[in-house]
């Protein structure tokens, strides 16, 4: 296998000062044969998260920290790693040691014979519970559906990209990023490396379902219109019925008079049904308009507070 390259390794952490010393103790051991960097992207944290990386960076100049002035989010942690990685491939892992390093040595394998993009992909999930991988199912299903560019799933953000693919995605000019959907569209020559999930090593998760909410609406809404049309559908439906209801209440009225009975609760359930639709419709156009909001204030995508060994 040719050794002859730079790998970088891209890993986003917030308040993981726990973390960082057992994520290097397995990390290290793997990619040590190869000529490598390990950027770390501090996202805001609160804890002392920067301060563990920081002594180790002192030790190992190939250790690299970007310092955010405040939490951007993971995707733009992972786009500040990909925009100052030099590496003739990149892999992006978390620090939560759920998705185990061991693995990039067969990454690499596979971006040597010709793949593009390698995802590290969910064979199994146990460490999860029953809530957890149903709604990841579900999400996964949805944005497929919904979605133009099929996106794999049981993939997170677990992957090895060719210099190739990380340039295009830094020459993208959106700044909702939704990388996952990103590197898809892309459609480059993608293999797949398998791994059990495990526990995380230490602390709670930083992403609760509110979250993990708001995450699949980006997705939804940053590669689709279609929640667009179904809202459009529904308008249409709507007034269809509406309208066979009027006819039918004055059929009744007119020709029926006997059977006619004014009452509130026909009347209350519509309003209510016709306020949700107008509601969730509003909601869908309202999502769509902020994201053409921020494209428009053309703000930076992240503010860098430091940088070490860059």
């Known amino acids: 296998m040719d050794k002859n390259f730079l790998l970088s390794i891209i890993i986003p952490v917030y308040n993981e000062e726990k973390s960082v010393a057992f994520l290097l103790d397995r990390l290290l051991p793997v990619i040590k044969l190869y000529r490598f960097e390990i950027i770390f992207v501090n996202d805001g944290s609160k804890d002392r998260t920067a301060a563990e990386i920081k002594k180790c960076a002192q030790k190992n100049k190939q250790i690299k920290l970007i310092s955010f002035q405040r939490n951007f989010g993971h995707q733009m942690a992972l786009m500040a790693g990909y925009q100052y990685s030099m590496g003739n491939c990149a892999v992006s892992l978390d620090a939560d040691l759920q998705d185990p390093p061991e693995i990039i040595p067969a990454m690499i394998v596979k971006w040597q014979k010709g793949a593009k993009i390698v995802y590290a992909k969910r064979q199994t999930r146990e460490v999860d519970n029953f809530f ?142 016709l306020g949700g639709i107008q509601l969730i419709t509003i909601g869908i156009i309202g999502e769509y308009v902020g994201k053409i909001y921020q494209e428009v204030q053309n703000r930076p995508q992240y503010l860098i507070k430091e940088k070490i060994n860059i």
Do not use: C
Not at 172 to 201: C, D, M, Q, S
Not at 236 to 252: D, K, N, P
């Open 132 to 273: 957890k991988k149903q709604t990841a199912r579900f999400f996964y299903r949805l944005i497929n559906f919904l979605s133009d560019t099929p996106i794999p799933s049981d993939v997170a953000d677990y992957r090895l990209l060719d210099r190739e693919v990380v340039d295009f995605l830094k020459h993208l000019k959106e700044h909702a990023r939704f990388l996952r959907g990103l590197v898809a569209w892309g459609n480059y020559p993608t293999n797949y490396v398998f791994f059990k999930r495990e526990k995380r090593i230490v602390g709670e998760t930083h992403y609760p379902f509110s979250k993990m909410f708001n995450f699949a609406l980006d997705g939804i809404t940053s590669f689709s219109i279609k929640p667009l049309r179904i809202a459009t559908y529904f308008g249409f439906t709507v007034a269809t019925l509406g309208f066979i209801g009027i006819i039918y209440t004055l059929v009744r009225k007119f020709f029926y008079p006997q059977d006619y009975i004014i009452g509130w609760a026909g009347l209350f359930v519509g309003i209510m049904f």
